[in-house]
């Protein structure tokens, strides 16, 4: 067998070594020798396998020092193989003390790191004696799982061995001690100990700050005698893993003014800390930083200065820095996709993971915690449906509650509301934030009265509501139009769960009362907020105004909304909508010429509906389409058939002082009807159609769509802005209430 990239001389002949499997030859004979010069320089693990076949062939498969290198190689390298490891491992009569080491310290690196405890047990019950480099790995491993009880016998074996001077051996002590929370022990072999130096005084720092315990932190960091970029680095990444984003910025700052120099995992923290906060500034002094350092093809800092752009709504230099990536890993195409998915590009986001699919890169769950909310935005129910499915074959028992909950949820906005419930009936364990998502889905499709029952449930489950838990049950009793009930929970909240109310409850609360036409007790409850009204919360005013056609108290609300929100078209397009259905043709027109004026457009309609697999976006008017010519010819079918049934449309929304015939014509191409006569060409008889718009449907096409659900024996879901409507049989589940 022959090894391409290597020279042909090293394997022409190989040197024979005839040994017996009990003795080993000169160590520098066995150093010097081709296949282990070779596997020095390995790169990939084909390559591993044939250095191992001419090892075999050359006979010294039967010393344990060739052995031992390989089986390191398999074990640690990021070329190999663990499973390979482990054959070569079983394939040795008595290993040696450094090959145990070896493959614990490799379990201890895996995804299975509790497989490292099991092989130390293997280890003392063939009687092989352990020494100081057999611990430190065994101690991370039991850090990782949480290992206590064991972690606490292996400190005994140290005890009885005494290893417990040793730097290392101590530092992994307090480190096991405090990353399983048991910071009491960790202190005591710290303070008991007479060996202190940095890398102790961080591993104790460390634990403080994975608790929360800054303040102890920051007093242990005080006395460290001379701190290093590790001790910095620790106190750095407390803060900003605590959210406490600007004061790790501001200790980064001390740090170079103690002329400390920071190093890779400094700046990969730093830029994590200007993501989340906004400091671009800073970032971009990091990014020159690294490029003066040689450090721009180092693919962990790439990544993070992609994550730190993409967060920061430079875009374009993300993507630039990505596409610049040679060979991309896993975290840099999840960094791309979870910034746009941030910066609410969806759409983006959809077509990179495409690509990420077509470059046979395998997807990982942070991926799909970064996809699923573009496929909840856009409505892409059949590749959220693939995702489920990807996880259900390749990470089954994993555990990570947001993927469950980011599936709850892309269910529930993708109007498949029974996949929702049955994703979180089978979730174990339940998460605050999946019992959050199945309420606000159970509230957005209009099931108030499942939402509040499993609002019960979870509080008997013993889960303590927040303030995102009440916003999804104030929404459930707006959109039902639950007025009392509504006022019980928001008092509830304060005085039962000491939950202080924010603009979205308010929000909620304001809604219901307006749409309810109680415009006195809205105003009154607008004036004893404890914080300014925002736009959200005028506009829901101005909304319901529009709809119960209170023009004055619109013309109040809208005044607020702009002075709040001045380059906001949505404002003068709801005041418009008021001043037409009070026939006051030339209050639109002023207001219209405002807008315009302003150079400001309206937003427009937007329906978007999945075919295949495949998002097809219409604006109102549409004429774009492939199939326009056929679209249009359903929608002329829709309308004859409307008119036969008895449909008479609502002009009374339509902005122009023009013909009732123009009106009509108008409110026929809206973006949700040309979305449905696309669904209607495109699907099989008797299939549900599903839309999503980004505006709130108007009451023309909402009376249309009850209509058109009984003419063609379709049920149609559509999610506004605000809820969805599920149309069947020529009625709707809002009963009218949006």
Not at 88 to 107: A, V
Not at 301 to 320: P, T
Request: with cysteine; net charge negative.
């Amino acid at each position: 067998m022959a090894v391409t990239s290597c020279s042909p001389s090293f394997f022409s002949p190989p040197p024979t070594l005839h040994l017996q499997s009990t003795s080993d030859p000169p160590y520098r004979l066995l150093q010097k020798h081709p296949s282990l010069i070779l596997l020095s320089d390995c790169k990939s693990f084909q390559t591993l396998k044939q250095i191992h076949s001419q090892i075999v062939k050359s006979g010294l498969h039967n010393t344990q020092f060739a052995m031992s290198k390989l089986i390191e190689f398999c074990a640690i390298s990021p070329f190999g193989d663990l499973s390979y490891a482990l054959l070569l491992f079983e394939s040795i009569e008595q290993p040696n003390q450094f090959i145990w080491n070896t493959m614990i310290r490799g379990n201890s690196l895996s995804s299975s790191p509790a497989e490292a405890i099991d092989f130390y047990v293997r280890m003392l019950l063939r009687g092989v004696e352990s020494n100081s480099y057999t611990f430190p790995f065994l101690l991370k491993s039991c850090a990782k799982v949480a290992a206590t009880q064991e972690g606490k016998q292996i400190h005994g074996q140290i005890l009885k061995l005494g290893f417990e001077s040793d730097p290392f051996v101590h530092t992994s002590i307090i480190n096991m001690y405090a990353q399983n929370g048991e910071l009491g022990y960790a202190e005591l072999v710290f303070t008991k100990s007479s060996h202190r130096d940095a890398v102790s005084f961080t591993a104790l720092i460390t634990g403080y700050t994975s608790r929360g315990s800054l303040d102890d932190a920051r007093q242990l960091f005080d006395e460290i005698p001379q701190r290093d970029a590790v001790s910095w680095n620790a106190m750095i990444a407390g803060y900003a893993q605590s959210g406490r984003f600007e004061e790790a910025l501001e200790f980064f700052h001390d740090m170079k003014r103690a002329n400390v120099a920071p190093n890779e995992s400094t700046m990969v923290t730093v830029l994590s800390a200007c993501a989340q906060s906004g400091s671009l500034e800073l970032g971009n002094w990091v990014r020159s930083w690294i490029d003066d350092h040689g450090l721009g093809s180092n693919l962990r800092l790439v990544n993070a200065l992609i994550d730190m752009y993409s967060k920061c709504g430079e875009l374009d230099k993300a993507r630039d820095l990505f596409e610049g990536i040679c060979e991309k890993d896993v975290i840099s195409w999840n960094v791309m996709i979870g910034g746009y998915s941030h910066m609410n590009s969806y759409k983006e986001a959809l077509a990179l993971f495409r690509k990420m699919q077509e470059s046979n890169v395998e997807p990982n769950d942070v991926t799909f915690v970064s996809i699923l909310p573009a496929c909840a935005y856009l409505g892409a129910l059949d590749l959220g449906k693939w995702i489920h499915a990807y996880i259900g074959k390749h990470f089954q028992g994993l555990t990570n509650t947001s993927l469950w909950t980011s599936l709850i949820d892309m269910y529930a906005k993708c109007g498949n509301i029974e996949a929702a419930k049955q994703v979180f009936a089978g979730m174990k364990p339940k998460s605050l934030g999946s019992w959050n998502a199945m309420i606000s889905g159970l509230a957005m499709h209009g099931h108030a009265d499942m939402a509040l029952e499993l609002f019960r449930q979870m509080k008997d489950e013993g889960f303590e509501p927040d303030d995102i838990t009440f916003v999804g049950v104030l929404s459930a009793c707006s959109h039902a139009g639950l007025v009392d009930l509504a006022r019980h929970f928001f008092t509830s909240m304060v005085e039962s769960h000491g939950v202080s109310p924010k603009l979205q409850h308010y929000g909620c609360m304001i809604d219901l009362l307006g749409r309810a036409g109680l415009f006195d007790e809205a105003v009154a409850l607008i004036k004893t907020m404890e914080m300014n009204p925002d736009g959200a919360i005028w506009a829901s005013l101005l909304g319901a105004c529009r709809v119960h056609g209170k023009t004055e108290l619109g013309e109040f609300a809208a005044k607020h909304l702009f002075e709040l929100e001045p380059k906001n078209p949505g404002a003068y397009v709801l005041l418009s909508n008021i001043y037409a259905r009070a026939g006051r043709w030339d209050d639109v027109a002023r207001t219209r010429t405002k807008l315009n004026d302003k150079g400001m457009k309206k937003v427009p309609g937007c329906s978007s509906i999945e075919i295949d697999s495949v998002v097809h976006e219409f604006l109102v008017g549409d004429r774009v389409h492939e199939q326009s010519h056929e679209i249009y010819e359903m929608l002329d079918e829709i309308d004859r058939l409307l008119e036969k049934s008895g449909h008479v449309p609502d002009t009374s929304e339509v902005l122009y002082d023009m013909d009732e015939e123009w009106k009509e014509g108008a409110l026929s191409y809206h973006s949700e009807k040309l979305a449905i006569a696309f669904g209607l060409i495109s699907t099989k008889p008797e299939t549900t159609i599903r839309i999503v718009k980004n505006l709130r449907v108007c009451g023309n096409c909402h009376s249309a769509m009850k209509l058109i659900s009984k003419i063609y024996n379709r049920e149609i879901i559509a999610r506004d802005r605000n809820r969805f409507h599920h149309f069947k049989d020529g009625s709707c589940s809002c009963m009218d209430y949006w």
